[in-house]
């Protein structure tokens, strides 16, 4: 975990890597990583508890992009409504009324990688007459209790960026960002960071920028862990997709009909290719580990 301690003097923000130690870092909000290539593709995934609006905050996921953007560590595909914005341009495509050579149709969605989730742990605002106790009793439970019992001459955030494979479901990882300011004065961000650009709430108040500090921590986080996989391994490291017979065919022992058959399959039967190739003919596995050739003129992706 990157973790960062923030403490407020004089109005300059002085930033110090908790990290055993404590060292001192340059003055400032603390810096973005950089890639030299983007690491993963990933689709962003709104919470599902609303924690921003008590705190007069926007959802995360525009801080998320930004970050994404200028790092250039991250490609962020668009869901949600752009989605369907883009589904009515498909139908328009499909229904005849879009001018020709638009280029419009299936095959063109590129596919997340990832799915990471923005989320917080705890946080207190003092900014702007926002009362704790009602950050408490709006939030209720283990949150509302942490929040309640929070000093009011702090503000605090310790934010959360769940990393969760895309094509497995499964949980990567879980990148943590803290960051803390005790005095009500906040210093002018530093580090690069354009805090106009960032809007919603996060750049015109001291919990705002609290929070979108945790962020930057929490990215970095999430980064550094990236960053151990090469690039496209997710995609790599997949498993194999499997496919649907569309018509009854033969299994052959070869990229050939005049090679052994190895069974029969029927409409709707199964098949694992296994990314060899001959021509029209595909090796796969069946379900009972049977490898052999068949025509992949009658197999399709399975859903398709």
């Known amino acids: 975990m990157v973790g960062w301690k923030l403490s407020f003097v004089g109005g300059a923000a002085a930033v110090m890597l908790a990290a055993g130690s404590a060292s001192a870092a340059p003055q400032g909000t603390p810096d973005l990583p950089r890639c030299a290539q983007p690491i993963g593709t990933v689709a962003i995934q709104e919470p599902q508890r609303d924690w921003w609006s008590p705190l007069g905050l926007s959802n995360p996921e525009a801080l998320i992009k930004l970050m994404a953007g200028r790092s250039n560590c991250l490609r962020v595909v668009a869901r949600g409504q752009t989605m369907e914005m883009r589904n009515a341009e498909r139908s328009l495509g499909d229904s005849g009324e879009l001018q020709r050579g638009q280029n419009f149709g299936k095959g063109q969605v590129v596919a997340a990688d990832y799915i990471i989730i923005p989320d917080i742990v705890e946080s207190n605002g003092n900014a702007g007459g926002m009362n704790i106790g009602g950050i408490g009793r709006a939030f209720g439970g283990p949150f509302g209790a942490i929040a309640g019992n929070l000093s009011l001459k702090s503000s605090t955030a310790h934010t959360l960026i769940t990393l969760v494979n895309a094509r497995t479901t499964e949980q990567e990882y879980v990148a943590e960002g803290v960051s803390k300011k005790t005095d009500i004065g906040f210093g002018g961000g530093g580090g690069g960071w354009d805090w106009g650009a960032v809007g919603g709430g996060y750049s015109n108040t001291d919990i ?8 930057i921590n929490a990215f970095a986080d999430l980064i550094g862990h990236m960053q151990q996989t090469a690039p496209g391994s997710a995609q790599a490291a997949a498993p194999i997709q499997a496919y649907t017979v569309t018509n ?36 796969v596995d069946d379900e009972n580990g049977n490898r052999g050739w068949v025509s992949s003129a009658y197999i399709s992706p399975r859903g398709h």
């Not at 029969?264 to 595909?282: A, C, E, I, R």
């Open 208 to 215: 705002g920028k609290v929070v979108s500090i945790a962020y």
């Open 248 to 283: 009854t065919m033969i299994m052959h022992r070869g990229p050939s009909p005049a090679t052994v058959k190895v069974r029969d399959f029927n409409s709707g039967d199964l098949v694992y290719p296994t990314g060899q190739k001959n021509g029209v003919w595909w090796e």
